[in-house]
Nanobody
Framework: QVQLVESGGGLVQAGGSLRLSCVASGRTFSRYNMGWFRQAPGKEREFVAAIDWRGFSTYYADSVKGRFTISRDNAKNTVYLQMNNLKPEDTAVYYC?????????????????WGQGTQVTVSS
């Protein structure tokens, strides 16, 4: 089992940057494929980015491609989401998810474990 804790959210002006972190418990983190999702009020949870267990392959939603970068450090049991050139429409609670079997999953149902989320608010 994996427990996930996100951090790094906050309030930022449009055009600014934030780096989210997701720290996982357990010694098998390096075997998990990881994803970042976000959920705005009144909307469904949507895919943002994903990375395979080795860190070799990354996947992005079209809306964040070129602005966000997902990465991981298996020695630190941590996955990151670097967010640049933030826009007001990026405002949401951001969640990280973990799964052993699906690489690059774009559906929340494809992830077995979730963190509690971290709020990102982008002001115009």
């Amino acid at each position: 089992q994996v427990q996930l804790v996100e951090s790094g959210g906050g309030l930022v002006q449009a055009g600014g940057s934030l780096r989210l972190s997701c720290v996982a418990s357990g010694r098998t983190f390096s075997r998990y494929n990881m994803g970042w999702f976000r959920q705005a009020p009144g909307k469904e949870r949507e895919f943002v980015a994903a990375i395979d267990w080795r860190g070799f392959s990354t996947y992005y939603a079209d809306s964040v491609k070129g602005r966000f970068t997902i990465s991981r450090d298996n020695a630190k049991n941590t996955v990151y989401l670097q967010m640049n050139n933030l826009k007001p429409e990026d405002t949401a609670v951001y969640y990280c998810g973990a799964d052993r079997t699906v690489v690059g999953g774009r559906l929340p149902s494809q992830y077995d474990y979730w963190g509690q989320g971290t709020q990102v608010t982008v002001s115009s």
